[in-house]
C-alpha cells in the first residue's frame, strides 16, 4: 500500500501479448508483486496474429546473424519448457528453378556459423520426406524448424505467473501515468467493462505493448520510433504439408507455409501501414492473389485447397527510414532504460524481437527490473518447464496419435514413416467421440488437461465439432483462463477456428458463457461480433466452397436468429 491507501507492486507490465506474459512469468518467479494489464484480450496483437513458426533462425541467417543465433537458442528452450504448445516437424529450405542455387552454400554457411543445423540433402529425399512440396525443386536443406501455438504460449505464461502470485487485468487501457519529479509512480487505467478509471501505483513499469508501445511511450512523453509493418497471411483449410517449407533466398513475400493443428498457414506480405490501421487491418484482394501465386511454389495442391481466412498482423519493429517495406529491419530485441535514455525513472520498453524469442526479450527485461530493485533473484525460465508441460512424456508426440496429413505418409518425430489418415476426419476410427474429444484437449492443454472435469454425458457433449472441444474444457476455460467473450473463448480453445468458422458452434458457445455469467455484453451482441470478426477474415477470400459456407451462416443466423452478421465493415 502506498502513503494513501492505494495498491503498490513491484512492477507492472503493459501489454498481455507473449512479451508482456512472459515478463510477468518471469518477475512473479522471481519474487516481485506483479500486474500485468491488457486493454483487450491476451494474444490480440502480433502475437496472435503470425503463422507459429517456430524458428529455427535459418531465416534469418544470412542478413541478421544475432537474431538467428538467439532463434536457435530459444528454439531448443521452447522444445525443453513448451512441449504442449509445440510440433517438432522440421523444416526444409528449397531452391525453385527460377532462384539461385548459389544462395545454398551461403545459407548453410551461415546457419552453420549461428549453430544451426543445416543438411544439404537430395531434392529426390525432400520429396520422399514432404510429398506435398514443389516437385520442381533443384535443392534442398533440412533445419529444426517446428511449429508453435502462441494462444497456448501466451496462456500458459500468464497461468504460470498467476501462480507465482501476479495479479492480471484484462480489458483496461492506459490512460495516462503518474510521474512525479522525473519518476514513473504509476498508472492511470479506464475499465472498458465498467467505463470507469483507476490509478495503480508501482516502482517501475514495463511498456511491452508491441506496435501500440510507440503510443504508449508517448502518453510518458517520451518516444519510442516503431515501424508498423503489416503483414498478411492466408489460413487454408487442411494441412498440406507436415514439414515446414521455406524458399531458400532472402526473406521475401509469401516464401513460408507452416503447419499447424489441422490447417496450414501461408505467409507473409511486408507493408508499411499507418499506425491508426494498426487496431483494425484488412487483407486485400492483391495481397491474397500474392500469397497464392507465390503459395503455389512452395506447394502446388495450394491451387486447390480451400482458403479458410485471411488475417494480418503488425511487426513490432524498431523504425528505419531507408527500409520502406521493413524487409532489412533487424529482428533483434530493443530494450530501453528510459532513465537513461530520456531522464524518466521507473520506466522500461520492451519491443523488437520476435514470438521466438519472447522469453529472452522477458529474461533481459526482468533483469533489468530486478537491478533497479535490488533483487539479485535469478531467471528460471529456460529451466522450468510451463503449466501443461510438467511431465516426461512431451505433448507434442501425441499429436501423432491424433492427426495425419492428407498428403502421403505422415512422419513422426524421429523421422518414421507412419500411416496415412484423411486430416479432415475428426475422429480415430477405433475411439468414440468422447475418447476424442479428451485427446484433442489434451493437445491444446497439455497436462493440464486432468483438471478438465469430463466426467459424464453433458460434460463430454461437444460444442464445437471442428475442433473437438467439449462442454467441460469450455467450462474449464471460464472458470481459469480470463474470459468474457467469445473471442475469448476462440483464443483458448479454438471454438470457431475449424471449417465451418464458427457456423454450427458459436451459437452453443454463446448459450455456455451466458450460463456462466461471464458475458461482458448479451449473448446476441456478442454472437454479432464474433461472427463478424469471422466474416472479416472470410471476406477476402470469398469464392467457392468458403463463399457458400459464410452464406450459409448467414442464412442461419440472420434467417432464424435475425442478427446481421454478413456485413463488409
Given at each position: 500500500m502506498?502513503?494513501?491507501?492505494?495498491?503498490?507492486f513491484?512492477?507492472?507490465?503493459?501489454?498481455?501479448?507473449a512479451?508482456g506474459?512472459?515478463?510477468a512469468r518471469d518477475?512473479?518467479?522471481?519474487?516481485?508483486?506483479?500486474?500485468?494489464?491488457?486493454r483487450?484480450?491476451?494474444?490480440?496483437?502480433?502475437?496472435g496474429?503470425?503463422?507459429?513458426?517456430?524458428?529455427?533462425g535459418?531465416?534469418y541467417?544470412?542478413?541478421?546473424?544475432e537474431?538467428?543465433?538467439?532463434?536457435i537458442?530459444?528454439?531448443?528452450?521452447?522444445r525443453?519448457?513448451?512441449?504442449?504448445?509445440?510440433?517438432?516437424?522440421?523444416?526444409?529450405?528449397?531452391?525453385?528453378?527460377?532462384d539461385?542455387?548459389?544462395?545454398?552454400?551461403?545459407?548453410?554457411?551461415?546457419?552453420?556459423?549461428?549453430?544451426?543445423?543445416?543438411?544439404?540433402?537430395?531434392?529426390?529425399?525432400?520429396?520422399?520426406?514432404?510429398?506435398?512440396?514443389n516437385?520442381?525443386?533443384?535443392?534442398?536443406?533440412?533445419?529444426?524448424?517446428?511449429?508453435?501455438?502462441?494462444?497456448?504460449?501466451t496462456?500458459a505464461n500468464?497461468?504460470?505467473?498467476k501462480?507465482?502470485?501476479?495479479?492480471?487485468?484484462?480489458?483496461?487501457?492506459?490512460?495516462g501515468?503518474?510521474?512525479?519529479n522525473?519518476?514513473?509512480?504509476?498508472?492511470?487505467?479506464?475499465?472498458h467493462?465498467?467505463k470507469?478509471?483507476?490509478?495503480?501505483?508501482?516502482?517501475i513499469?514495463?511498456?511491452?505493448?508491441g506496435?501500440?508501445?510507440?503510443?504508449?511511450?508517448q502518453?510518458?512523453g517520451v518516444?519510442?520510433?516503431?515501424?508498423?509493418?503489416?503483414?498478411?497471411?492466408?489460413?487454408?483449410?487442411?494441412r498440406?504439408?507436415?514439414?515446414?517449407i521455406?524458399?531458400?533466398?532472402?526473406?521475401?513475400?509469401?516464401?513460408?507455409?507452416?503447419?499447424?493443428?489441422?490447417?496450414?498457414?501461408?505467409?507473409?506480405?511486408?507493408?508499411?501501414?499507418?499506425f491508426?490501421?494498426?487496431d483494425?487491418m484488412?487483407?486485400?484482394?492483391?495481397e491474397?492473389?500474392?500469397?497464392?501465386?507465390e503459395g503455389e511454389?512452395?506447394?502446388?495442391?495450394?491451387?486447390n485447397?480451400?482458403?479458410?481466412?485471411?488475417?494480418?498482423?503488425?511487426?513490432?519493429?524498431?523504425a528505419?527510414?531507408?527500409?520502406p517495406?521493413?524487409?532489412?529491419?533487424?529482428?533483434?530485441?530493443?530494450?530501453?532504460?528510459?532513465?537513461?535514455r530520456?531522464?524518466?525513472?521507473?520506466f522500461?520498453?520492451?519491443t523488437?524481437?520476435?514470438?521466438?524469442?519472447?522469453?529472452?526479450?522477458?529474461?533481459?527485461?526482468t533483469?533489468?527490473?530486478?537491478?533497479?530493485?535490488?533483487?539479485?533473484r535469478?531467471?528460471?525460465?529456460?529451466?522450468?518447464?510451463l503449466?501443461g508441460s510438467?511431465?516426461?512424456e512431451?505433448?507434442?508426440r501425441?499429436?501423432?496419435?491424433?492427426?495425419?496429413?492428407?498428403?502421403?505418409?505422415?512422419?513422426?518425430?524421429?523421422?518414421?514413416p507412419?500411416?496415412?489418415?484423411?486430416?479432415?476426419?475428426?475422429a480415430?476410427?477405433s475411439?468414440?467421440?468422447?475418447?476424442?474429444?479428451d485427446?484433442?484437449?489434451?493437445?491444446?492443454?497439455g497436462?493440464i488437461?486432468?483438471?478438465?472435469n469430463?466426467?459424464?454425458?453433458?460434460?463430454?457433449?461437444?460444442?464445437c465439432?471442428?475442433?473437438?472441444?467439449?462442454?467441460?474444457?469450455?467450462e474449464?476455460?471460464?472458470?481459469?483462463?480470463?474470459?468474457?467473450?467469445?473471442?475469448?473463448?476462440?483464443?483458448r480453445?479454438r471454438?470457431?477456428?475449424?471449417?465451418?468458422q464458427?457456423?454450427?458452434?458459436?451459437?452453443?458457445?454463446a448459450?455456455?458463457?451466458a450460463?456462466?455469467g461471464?458475458c461482458?455484453?448479451?449473448?446476441?451482441?456478442?454472437?454479432e461480433?464474433?461472427l463478424?470478426?469471422?466474416?472479416k477474415?472470410?471476406?477476402?477470400?470469398a469464392?467457392?466452397?468458403?463463399?457458400?459456407e459464410?452464406?450459409?451462416t448467414?442464412w442461419i443466423?440472420?434467417?432464424v436468429?435475425?442478427?446481421p452478421?454478413i456485413?463488409?465493415k
Open positions: 502506498n502513503s494513501n491507501g492505494e495498491s503498490h513491484d512492477v507492472i507490465i503493459i501489454g498481455g501479448g512479451t506474459a512472459g515478463t518477475c512473479a518467479m522471481r519474487g516481485l508483486k506483479v500486474l500485468l494489464v491488457e483487450h484480450d491476451f494474444a490480440s496483437g502480433a502475437t496474429r503470425n503463422h507459429g513458426l517456430l524458428h529455427s535459418a531465416r541467417a544470412v542478413t541478421d546473424h537474431s538467428a543465433e538467439e532463434c537458442k530459444e528454439n531448443m528452450i521452447l525443453r519448457i513448451a512441449s504442449h504448445c509445440v510440433e517438432e516437424n522440421d523444416g526444409l529450405f528449397i531452391t525453385l528453378p527460377e539461385d542455387l548459389a544462395y545454398q552454400a551461403k545459407f548453410v554457411e551461415a546457419c552453420t556459423a549461428a549453430g544451426i543445423n543445416a543438411e544439404v540433402i537430395d531434392p529426390a529425399l525432400a520429396r520422399s520426406l514432404e510429398p506435398s512440396v516437385p520442381e525443386l533443384i535443392g534442398a536443406v533440412r533445419v529444426p524448424d517446428g511449429s508453435i501455438d502462441p494462444f497456448r504460449l496462456t500468464i497461468v504460470d505467473a501462480l507465482h502470485g501476479a495479479e492480471v487485468l484484462t480489458m483496461h487501457e492506459i490512460t501515468f503518474v510521474i512525479e522525473g519518476r514513473m509512480k504509476g498508472v492511470k487505467l479506464l475499465d467493462r465498467t470507469r478509471t483507476k490509478t495503480i501505483y508501482s516502482s513499469t514495463v511498456n511491452a505493448g506496435i501500440w508501445g510507440h503510443n504508449i511511450a502518453l510518458a518516444t519510442v520510433n516503431m515501424f508498423p509493418a503489416k503483414g498478411a497471411l492466408l489460413v487454408f483449410g487442411h498440406v504439408n507436415n514439414m515446414i521455406n524458399r531458400c533466398r532472402k526473406p521475401a513475400n509469401a516464401d513460408i507455409l507452416v503447419p499447424g493443428d489441422l490447417i496450414c498457414v501461408i505467409g507473409t506480405t511486408s507493408s508499411r501501414i499507418p491508426d490501421e494498426c483494425n484488412h487483407v486485400t484482394r492483391e491474397v492473389d500474392l500469397l497464392l501465386s511454389k512452395l506447394a502446388p495442391s495450394l491451387r485447397t480451400r482458403i479458410l481466412r485471411a488475417y494480418a498482423g503488425v511487426r513490432p519493429l524498431v528505419s527510414d531507408s527500409d517495406s521493413g524487409r532489412s529491419i533487424s529482428r533483434g530485441i530493443v530494450l530501453l532504460d528510459h532513465e537513461t530520456d531522464g524518466l525513472a521507473g522500461i520498453t520492451i523488437g524481437g520476435k514470438l521466438m524469442t519472447y522469453r529472452l526479450m522477458a529474461e533481459w527485461c533483469d533489468l527490473v530486478c537491478r533497479k530493485l535490488n533483487s539479485d535469478k531467471c528460471q525460465t529456460a529451466e522450468i518447464a503449466p510438467r511431465k516426461e512431451s505433448q507434442a501425441k499429436y501423432y496419435d491424433i492427426h495425419g496429413s492428407a498428403q502421403g505418409p505422415k512422419y513422426s518425430l524421429d523421422g518414421v507412419q500411416p496415412s489418415r484423411d486430416a479432415s476426419a475428426t480415430v476410427t475411439a468414440s467421440q468422447a475418447e476424442t474429444a485427446k484433442s484437449a489434451e493437445w491444446r492443454h497436462s488437461n486432468a483438471e478438465i469430463a466426467t459424464d454425458a453433458d460434460s463430454r457433449a461437444l460444442v465439432e471442428c475442433e473437438e472441444v467439449s462442454v467441460a474444457e469450455v474449464y476455460a471460464i472458470s481459469n483462463l480470463h474470459i468474457d467473450n467469445l473471442v475469448n473463448l476462440r483464443r480453445t471454438v470457431g477456428m475449424g471449417t465451418c464458427g457456423e454450427l458452434c458459436a451459437c452453443r458457445a448459450g455456455q458463457l450460463k456462466a461471464r461482458a455484453r448479451s449473448a446476441q451482441d456478442d454472437l461480433k464474433f463478424q470478426e469471422r466474416w477474415g472470410m471476406y477476402p477470400v469464392w467457392g466452397h468458403t463463399l457458400s459464410a452464406q450459409f448467414s443466423y440472420e434467417g436468429y435475425g442478427l452478421v456485413e463488409n
